[in-house]
């Protein structure tokens, strides 16, 4: 029996986040077209090789993206709405960045600016912490093949000697995505398939003798008209061409799974990291002619595998049959190279395996399957090792941590009063106008601060210089806010990273890497935290940052903490013990900054959980008990703050109507949320659902760099009332401002504070 290894796809960052840098440059226009296409294909090449090198037999094409996958997709597909002016189907690269940033609106000699165009819409991929965006299909829109990236790439690949296999997003996982205008995308699909026909047709003629198609949607609560697309779907694509590998991930087929397995493709990929009580039954389901995949290997953390125990279930298999080993997912969600990190102390890096050093244990385990564990005794030998190392580290377990867990009573979970009592002690002590705004917390990160802040990482600049130019930039950003007429001010996170990296790197448990880079969107990166032990505080984290701001002004200024969930959600995290038990671990630690915060004399405190949402498994029955203790974690979290203590917070890109239960469990007072994409449509739920508390929804998309104006907001807002009590808002942005500009910044925030005034004088 054969076995071989796949790559489902690997980073498209590069090792030192080329690609980022190479958007920006073209961005900002220190570089053209050419520069930028250059700069892809060279990392594009360099991926080939490196996995090529590591012995990989199927490598990924196509997995390459100047943004996101799924925007590629939706360009293939022609599915531009017409807002972008490229009904041709024909779109050049200002189109593409138009729907994935938006665009300012160009400068022209006169005092007209010509329109400016909002992006697509933009949200969570599955449950990780990529975002992709969003594809809309309008009624009456013309869909044609558009640039076939997937037919160029592998041509790309081909020609520099690489016989690659194409990743393309397969059309049922497409459409469930996408958001019809006017019309249910489904209505849609004998055209879509139509196009994926031609497009499976072209890479065949283009040589591509497999294809991966990726349909993660299969792992999640299918309805019927989505089983019939599937059906359809795939009798007629299997006579597009080229071989399909249907590709899941991101968790278990369960009650789909003799129906994947019987759909008319040659091959199924499966995800046994997540759902790894799949093999069995997969392997009655599986008829011998379907080539499974097996996803053995985690491409969702950053842990090395134990490679004997994977043999134990491997090797029964590849007796049976040809199978393929590979990550459960692509790689796309961890980073690219331990062998970059110089910081991280040597214990804690044995226990880790990022991209490359996945395929690795990949390429040890086929060796083990087809030459026999003693071929490569001693990587198999050093593997287990880690792994018993790690179980017994004395890192990772901390007793007094374990006694304040098991101290936590119910009544820590409680504030004193209710919500409508303690709306009343704060307004008293706040004295705040009605349609208050605030700022969600980051003010821009400059190039100034991003260069003190690695300045002071290179040893370059002292630590009392680098503090003295934060506390600096922090009264700038108090005294702009005073001029600007905000109502309740933020200290502007200067000294911040990154919302979780922060207080991570303060907390005890966790460790940090220098390069581990993992994008969040487009450009953006994110370096996740890794969650090794148990989390303690050994002191407070942002108590003299907010104590040197409020010193500067008379007007409230909010602390401003990640909540335990966010924290979470957005580490890497122990595999060694359910998330809740991390999860609660944290919540005692904010707590602790609560309290230490609230004692310096803050009144409002901002408990982000940007991250709840997506947390939610991608199964509705694992719903509830993940909302019941994710809520049961910022409750602790925050409920030690006394009655007129405000608490704030705030998240992302949330669709909420299905868990606005659990986000009023939350009993926060005041929460802000992402809705200016979305035109308001949000608040129509929290208002059926009769949400208590105030709400501060986002009047600014702060992810592109267009500048709303007045008007826009005001009308926004109008909308939100058609909900909402006057008395319930807050004027706000939809998220923090660190990846703004002030140049963008100061006209939004004066348009939004005039519009606060507009609406007050509406009343
Ligand atoms: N307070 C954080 C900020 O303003 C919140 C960011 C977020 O929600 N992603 O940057
Ligand atoms: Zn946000």
Redesign the pocket.
């Known amino acids: 029996m054969t076995v071989t290894i796949a790559s489902l796809g690997f980073p498209r960052i590069g090792p030192r986040r080329e690609l980022k840098f190479a958007l920006e440059r073209y961005w900002s226009g220190q570089s053209g077209e050419t520069e930028l296409h250059e700069a892809a294909s060279g990392l594009r090449t360099a991926t080939w090789a490196r996995q090529k090198a590591l012995g990989i037999d199927w490598l990924p094409s196509n997995d390459f993206s100047l943004y996101d996958h799924m925007l590629d997709m939706s360009l293939m597909l022609g599915a531009i709405p017409a807002r972008y002016g490229a009904a041709d189907g024909e779109a050049g690269l200002a189109t593409y960045f138009a729907m994935a940033r938006g665009t300012a609106g160009e400068e022209s000699g006169c005092s007209h600016a010509h329109a400016s165009l909002t992006a697509c819409e933009m949200t969570k991929w599955f449950d990780t912490n990529y975002h992709f965006l969003v594809p809309e299909l309008h009624a009456g829109q013309r869909l044609a093949l558009g640039r076939l990236k997937a037919v160029e790439e592998y041509r790309e690949a081909k020609a520099q000697g690489y016989e690659t296999r194409p990743v393309i997003v397969g059309p049922v996982t497409w459409l469930s995505l996408a958001k019809g205008h006017g019309l249910d995308p489904f209505d849609r699909l004998d055209e879509i398939l139509g196009l994926y026909g031609v497009i499976l047709g072209q890479l065949a003629l283009a040589g591509a003798d497999w294809v991966q198609i990726d349909e993660p949607i299969l792992v999640t609560d299918l309805d019927d008209r989505q089983r019939r697309a599937f059906t359809r779907a795939y009798a007629r694509l299997a006579r597009s061409g080229p071989k399909l590998m249907l590709t899941t991930y991101f968790g278990g087929l369960d009650d789909t799974l003799s129906f994947a397995a019987s759909l008319p493709v040659s091959g199924l990929h499966v995800d046994l990291v997540r759902a790894p009580h799949q093999l069995a039954p997969l392997l009655k389901a599986a008829p011998r002619s379907l080539l499974l995949s097996l996803g053995v290997i985690d491409g969702r953390n950053i842990w090395r595998a134990d490679l004997e125990a994977l043999l134990d279930r491997l090797e029964p298999v590849a007796a049976m049959r040809d199978i393929v080993i590979a990550p459960s997912c692509s790689l796309l969600h961890v980073p690219v190279d331990l062998a970059l990190e110089h910081k991280l102390d040597d214990e804690v890096k044995q226990w880790l395996a990022f991209a490359v050093q996945k395929l690795e244990e990949l390429a040890i385990l086929n060796r083990a399957l087809v030459d026999g564990r003693a071929s490569v005794a001693a990587e198999l030998a050093a593997s287990t090792q880690a792994a018993v190392l790690r179980r017994a580290s004395p890192r990772i377990h901390d007793a007094q941590v374990a006694a304040r867990i098991a101290a936590i009573t119910p009544a820590m979970h409680d504030r004193r009063s209710g919500h409508a009592a303690r709306r009343g002690q704060q307004q008293a002590a706040l004295g705040l106008p009605a349609f208050p705004t605030t700022t969600?917390?980051?003010f821009p990160q400059t190039a100034d601060v991003r260069h003190a802040r690695a300045e002071h990482g290179r040893g370059r600049l002292d630590t009392d210089a680098y503090r003295q130019f934060l506390r600096e930039e922090t009264e700038r950003a108090i005294r702009w806010q005073e001029e600007a007429g905000l109502d309740m001010l933020v200290h502007g996170?200067f000294e911040r990273n990154d919302?979780v990296q922060y207080f991570g790197e303060q907390l005890s448990g966790f460790a940090f890497t220098a390069n581990g880079w993992v994008q969040s969107y487009g450009s953006r990166c994110v370096r996740p935290p890794i969650l090794y032990g148990d989390v303690s505080r050994p002191r407070a984290m942002t108590v003299d940052w907010w104590r040197h701001a409020q010193g500067l002004t008379d007007k409230p200024v909010k602390g401003?903490l990640t909540g335990p969930v966010t924290i979470l959600n957005w580490s890497f995290v122990r595999d060694d013990q359910p998330r809740e038990a991390s999860c609660r671990q944290i919540a005692l630690a904010i707590r602790d900054e609560v309290l230490d915060l609230e004692k310096a004399g803050a009144q409002a405190i901002?408990i982000?959980e940007?991250a709840l949402r997506e947390g939610l498994p991608l199964r509705r029955r694992d719903w509830q008990a993940y909302l019941d203790w994710a809520v049961a974690c910022f409750r602790l979290a925050a409920a030690g703050a006394d009655d007129a203590t405000q608490i704030h917070t705030?998240m992302?890109y949330s669709e909420f109507n299905d868990i606005l239960p659990s986000i009023g469990a939350m009993d926060a007072d005041v929460i802000s949320i992402e809705t200016a994409r979305s035109q308001m449509e949000l608040l129509e739920g929290f208002a059926r659902y009769r949400y208590p508390a105030a709400i501060g929804p986002g009047v600014y998309d702060i992810h592109a760099p267009r500048v709303p104006g007045e008007a826009e907001m005001v009308a926004l807002m109008r909308m939100a009332r058609r909900h909402l009590a006057p008395d319930q808002l807050w004027v706000n942005p939809d998220?923090?401002?660190?990846t703004r500009t002030w140049e963008e910044v100061r006209p939004a925030i004066a348009a939004m504070v005039a519009a606060a005034r507009t609406l007050r004088a509406d009343l």
Request: hydrophobic residues 35%.
């Open positions: 969600i917390g980051s996170e919302m401003m901002q982000d940007a705030h992302c998220c923090g401002l660190k």
